[in-house]
């Protein structure tokens, strides 16, 4: 069965240096891959979607890369600041097309 | 307004005791989901409804959560006779096409 895996160590990163999140998948690359952010005590906030037929994906300061060969897609904020800190998840739909989610990785941007 | 609510935001329940959840979808979306989240964990599906069409119940843990979805809107999560390992945030998600919106969640402790 498909499984993602994120880093589930917490990345620390220097406020106006780009943060690159990860996001592997196990099996079967999917249809599409979609990044959430979650802030504590909150529901995820979708951010970004991306098709399996693009390489890449942009919104402001957001850029989300799509390699069906690496099985991957990283996530990078441009430019961060302490207010990006929070947790950044990967969900992608499963062969019964429900999203299945990774365990998300916290992100601390550091003034 | 807008986004997708849930009530109760705490609960706190003895164990052997059965909880109601509620969920108040975004009006217009068809589509319900029913997440349960751990601390440090990701999303796990429970359930799944989609307008008039039998609910998808694959992800239920046991025999003792059921859910219902009433006039294809409002949305109540049932976990009769709670055990401690029941404990967790449940979250409630309508979508728009591909992208879920999510609730605030609500903090199940059960004592």
């Known amino acids: 069965s498909q499984k993602i895996e994120q880093n589930s160590e917490a990345l620390n990163i220097q406020e106006g240096k780009t943060a690159t999140l990860t996001c592997n998948y196990t099996?079967?690359?999917?249809?599409?891959l979609q990044w959430y952010r979650q802030d504590p005590g909150r529901g995820p906030v979708f951010l970004l979607l991306?098709?399996?037929n693009e390489k890449e994906k942009r919104k402001e300061r957001l850029k989300v890369t799509f390699d069906t060969t690496l099985k991957q897609s990283l996530f990078h904020i441009t430019a961060s600041q302490p207010a990006d800190s929070a947790t950044y998840l990967c969900?992608?739909?499963?062969?019964?097309?429900?999203?299945?989610w990774g365990a998300g990785t916290k992100l601390i941007i550091k003034p | 307004g807008a986004g997708v609510s849930q009530s109760p935001s705490n609960k706190v329940t003895e164990k052997g005791k059965d909880v109601e959840l509620r969920c108040d979808p975004i009006?217009?979306?068809?589509?319900l989901y029913w997440y349960r989240q751990s601390l440090g964990q990701g999303l796990e599906f429970l359930i799944y409804f989609q307008g008039n069409s039998a609910p998808d119940k694959s992800g239920l843990p046991s025999d003792r959560f059921s859910a219902e979805r009433t006039g294809g809107s409002v949305s109540t999560l049932t976990i009769q006779r709670t055990q401690q390992e029941d404990s967790a945030v449940y979250l409630c998600?309508?979508?728009?096409?591909?992208?879920?919106?999510f609730g605030p969640g609500t903090r199940l402790t059960v004592l």
């Open positions: 998600a309508s979508t728009s096409t591909d992208t879920q919106y």
């Open positions: 099996n079967y690359s999917p249809a599409y």
């Open positions: 991306i098709r399996e």
């Open positions: 969900a992608l739909p499963d062969s019964n097309y429900q999203l299945i």
């Open positions: 009006s217009g979306h068809t589509a």
